[in-house]
């Protein structure tokens, strides 16, 4: 469908790379702290257009930045 899954965690890189291959997500990038991952997403967002996916409280400094819509825990596609 032509999107790239990135997995933007602050989990240690092992456990992120497990969940992530669990997952069948194309990248992960682990060990990033809540207020880095704005950086981030507007470092991805040069590369083309960014939906976010936010479980929690960790993700809301980020999520102004990404453009698109943020759907907690569901399945829908978006790109």
Not at 42 to 53: C, D, H, N
């Amino acid at each position: 469908m032509g999107c790239e899954v990135v997995m933007l965690t602050g989990d240690n890189e092992r456990t992120a790379r497990a969940i992530g291959a669990q997952a069948g997500v194309d990248r992960v990038i682990a060990g990033v702290l809540p207020e880095g991952k704005e950086a981030v997403i507007r470092e991805l967002q040069k590369q083309g257009k960014v939906a976010m996916v936010g479980d929690g409280i960790n993700d809301a400094p980020a999520r102004p930045s990404a453009r698109g819509p943020t759907w907690p825990s569901t399945r829908r596609t978006w790109c």
